[in-house]
């Protein structure tokens, strides 16, 4: 006859305790959220390019608003891109030639492949210098170090940009994970008390319909520019945020 194992009584959590953490030394859940990385900042994001391809294809206009400590600073550069395997569509819709040559003050004859000039920033005594890609993916690495991107299809923007950072010494130092505002917003109205149908919006969500949904009206930016798409993901945020009784400003972001 096999002897019988002692009984033993193992204490377990109720089951809608299962999976919290435990307070040390108590068996207790802990009331404390789980530990986080490092405090970290906002940067909404949106690139004007090339093409869609990140093989062949480049940014020539860049903004980032940086959200830090309740204040936003604002960014934005211009940069000649190779246009040898430019996809001519991509070009229209951001009216490459009738921007650039514009900003930048040049016909192309004397602005070579790789310069550019700096659209905002803090200090607004730079607008029109002229930077190298070089510098402005430098700039642009520190203002993505530990931060969490927002945008309109940010993750577009991330991998244009992982690549074109890389050709010029630097990396994709923010969050692997972006933030889609329009995501965001479709969870958002599709799942709160507005009660919105999810055949009503469809799948995938219209980013300008969610936009107006979200009380943000898409017209009153400039579309297809850089710094306009990045304002417009901004605001997009804030309203989610209002409309979750939150103040956008002072949400921390951690990671």
């Not at 002692?6 to 299962?18: C, D, E, I, N, S």
């Not at 404390?32 to 990140?54: A, C, I, Q, W, Y």
């Not at 990045?230 to 972001?253: F, H, M, Y």
């Amino acid at each position: 006859m096999t002897p019988r194992r002692p009984y033993r009584h193992v204490l377990r959590p109720p089951r809608h305790q299962l999976g919290r953490p435990v307070a040390r030394g108590t068996g207790r859940p802990s009331t404390s959220p789980p530990e986080r990385g490092t405090m970290t900042k906002l940067v909404f994001l949106d690139t004007e390019t090339t093409g869609l391809n990140p093989d062949l294809h480049e940014p020539w206009e860049i903004a980032a608003i940086v959200r830090s400590g309740g204040r936003d600073q604002e960014y934005a550069w211009i940069v000649r891109p190779d246009l040898t395997h430019a996809d001519p569509n991509a070009l229209r819709i951001s009216q490459f030639y009738e921007r650039f040559y514009n900003w930048s003050g040049s016909d192309g004859t004397d602005c070579p492949v790789g310069v550019g000039n700096i659209m905002m920033s803090p200090d607004h005594e730079d607008y029109g210098d002229q930077v190298t890609a070089a510098q402005i993916a430098h700039t642009l690495a520190e203002l993505l170090n530990q931060a969490v991107v927002v945008g309109v299809n940010p993750a577009f923007d991330r991998d244009m940009l992982r690549p074109w950072l890389r050709r010029h010494g630097q990396v994709w130092a923010a969050h692997y994970r972006t933030v889609d505002v329009t995501t965001l917003g479709w969870g958002q109205l599709t799942g709160g008390p507005q009660g919105y149908a999810l055949h009503t919006m469809g799948i995938p969500a219209s980013s300008q319909e969610v936009s107006l949904m979200l009380r943000v009206d898409p017209a009153k930016y400039e579309r297809h520019t850089a710094l306009g798409d990045a304002r417009w993901a901004r605001d997009q945020w804030d309203a989610i945020a209002r409309a979750s009784g939150l103040d956008p400003e002072a949400i921390e972001v951690a990671w």
